[in-house]
């Protein structure tokens, strides 16, 4: 009974049905949490914001990855602080970064460009949430500044050598991100003659992604290499 309640509140916005799902984050029955967690995703609750990132802290990997996503849906950046320490947490880090990239500001950049560098981190995720953090806030110039050599050759062994005939919605997100930083290192990293070349031959191949925006960007370099 309580899950019907729970999925019936989360199709009614007001302050009396928040209020009840946020009474339900503490009920004894997890599935009845975690739907409370994705109805004041889906609700965009501000009051949700503190005990969903309180969930972060527990250890309950199912209840994490719904609140994780619940603050995505929010967009209030105030969980920031408490994101940045779990990029060492092998497991959850990809899927912190790409909060980060949604939630963040310029002070996430250099923690996401570290974790790519040092860490094991994934070339995919952290190209997205820089993609994510550029469409918000000018912070390409920081980006290609701060790059290590590591995270730029992790970056050029990601250009694919074919493209998969048929792309998944993951995959077109990424090779996305990828011209438009591509684009940036073409433009401003000191890349090497035969570097500068494999980031051209990336481009050409990635035109055949099927995503107008990756396609215009990676255009617009090519028109500029002549």
């Not at 972060?56 to 920031?80: C, T, Y």
Request: hydrophobic share 45%.
């Amino acid at each position: 009974v309580r899950m019907y309640a729970v999925q019936a509140l989360g199709d009614v916005k007001n302050s009396a049905s928040e209020q009840a799902l946020l009474s339900m984050l503490e009920d004894p029955n997890r599935n009845v949490r975690f739907n409370a967690v994705e109805a004041l995703g889906k609700q965009q609750s501000q009051q949700a914001v503190e005990p969903l990132t309180a969930i972060l802290h527990g250890e309950d990997i199912f209840l994490f990855f719904g609140a994780l996503q619940a603050l995505v849906q929010i967009g209030d950046p105030r969980p920031v602080p408490d994101l940045l320490p779990l990029l060492s947490e092998d497991l959850l880090a990809p899927a912190v970064v790409q909060a980060l990239g949604h939630l963040g500001g310029p002070q996430v950049v250099e923690p996401i460009l570290s974790w790519l560098e040092t860490g094991p981190g994934e070339v995919d995720s952290a190209l997205i949430a820089l993609q994510d953090l550029a469409r918000r806030h000018p912070v390409r110039a920081e980006v290609v500044q701060g790059l290590g050599r590591k995270s730029y050759q992790k970056i050029l062994q990601s250009i694919p050598d074919d493209l998969p005939a048929h792309p998944q919605p993951g995959e077109i997100r990424f090779y996305s991100a990828l011209i438009e930083v591509l684009g940036w290192l073409y433009q401003d990293y000191p890349c090497s003659p035969e570097e500068i070349r494999q980031i051209l031959a990336g481009l050409v191949r990635l035109l055949e992604v099927p995503d107008d925006e990756g396609l215009e960007a990676a255009v617009r370099v090519l028109a500029a290499a002549g």
